[in-house]
């Protein structure tokens, strides 16, 4: 079965202390990795897709990478304003388009 | 640009009433999903549809409707709510279905249902 876990459920961190979010996946077939950012009271924002192992991609203080069974969000000297829920979700190859499946968020604090 | 727009964005019944969620999308996207968000089970679909006049059930589809007459609104309904309902509901817009999957969130309607 599809699946999709995310830990830490939650993490506190000094502004500046660097950490990393991970997402666990069980899929059949890898097509796509997604991490999103949700504000409170807020739709999630997509932030990056990685495709195949070995990837990666940056935003600012972000970078995800992906291997066949995780992906990690680095979250490099964080501010106040990186705050917020990082959602993980996967698609698998030969599933229709409604198989996007969320991981249950790690939700990030930073304490100035 | 507004992107992806619910209404309303709370809302509160009793047991057995009725109501029904507006989303509407100026991105002129294709797809248009519902998602129900709760505490530690993640976003979860509901309905999606693939263009004006289709609609098809997604992991979570009993006790709601939904209806996709104009490629911009997608209306998601409730005929006899229920506690269990209660929820953080979310439309989604994508351009290409099955694609990259980068999906836009509106900002979600919070339903209480007493």
Redesign the interface.
Same mark, same amino acid.
């Given at each position: 079965e599809d699946q #999709?876990t995310q830990s830490p459920e939650a993490l506190r961190l000094q502004e500046g202390e660097s950490s990393s979010l991970n997402c666990s996946y069980t899929v059949s077939g890898l /097509? $796509?990795l !997604?991490w %999103?950012r949700q504000d409170p009271?807020? $739709? @999630? =924002?997509?932030l990056f897709?990685l495709y195949s192992a070995g990837e990666e991609k940056e935003k600012e203080r972000l970078k995800a990478t992906l291997t066949k069974k995780e992906s990690f969000l680095h979250i490099t000297a964080p501010k106040p304003e990186d705050s917020a829920t990082y959602?993980c +979700?996967v698609?698998a190859w030969g599933t229709? %388009?409604?198989k #996007?499946?969320?991981? @249950? $968020?790690t939700s990030l604090s930073v304490i100035p | 640009n507004a992107g992806?727009t619910q209404t309303p964005k709370f809302r509160v019944l009793k047991t057995g009433q009725s109501m029904t969620l507006l989303c509407a999308q100026d991105m002129n996207h294709e797809?248009m %999903?519902w998602y129900r968000q709760d505490p *530690?089970?993640?976003? /979860?679909?509901i309905h %999606?549809s693939?263009g004006e006049g289709t609609t +098809?059930k &997604?992991?979570v589809p009993d006790g709601y409707n939904v209806s996709r007459l104009k490629k911009q609104n997608f209306l998601l309904g409730l005929e006899s709510a229920a506690p269990s309902q209660t929820s953080v509901y !979310?439309c +989604?817009s994508?351009y290409e +279905? *099955? $694609? @990259? *999957?980068?999906? !836009?969130?509106? =900002? &979600?309607s919070r339903l209480t249902v007493l």
């Amino acid at each position: 079965e599809d699946q #999709v876990t995310q830990s830490p459920e939650a993490l506190r961190l000094q502004e500046g202390e660097s950490s990393s979010l991970n997402c666990s996946y069980t899929v059949s077939g890898l /097509r $796509g990795l !997604f991490w %999103y950012r949700q504000d409170p009271g807020k $739709g @999630p =924002e997509f932030l990056f897709t990685l495709y195949s192992a070995g990837e990666e991609k940056e935003k600012e203080r972000l970078k995800a990478t992906l291997t066949k069974k995780e992906s990690f969000l680095h979250i490099t000297a964080p501010k106040p304003e990186d705050s917020a829920t990082y959602l993980c +979700a996967v698609q698998a190859w030969g599933t229709s %388009y409604d198989k #996007v499946i969320f991981g @249950p $968020g790690t939700s990030l604090s930073v304490i100035p | 640009n507004a992107g992806v727009t619910q209404t309303p964005k709370f809302r509160v019944l009793k047991t057995g009433q009725s109501m029904t969620l507006l989303c509407a999308q100026d991105m002129n996207h294709e797809y248009m %999903y519902w998602y129900r968000q709760d505490p *530690g089970m993640g976003l /979860r679909l509901i309905h %999606y549809s693939v263009g004006e006049g289709t609609t +098809a059930k &997604g992991e979570v589809p009993d006790g709601y409707n939904v209806s996709r007459l104009k490629k911009q609104n997608f209306l998601l309904g409730l005929e006899s709510a229920a506690p269990s309902q209660t929820s953080v509901y !979310f439309c +989604a817009s994508s351009y290409e +279905a *099955g $694609g @990259p *999957g980068e999906l !836009f969130f509106g =900002e &979600g309607s919070r339903l209480t249902v007493l």
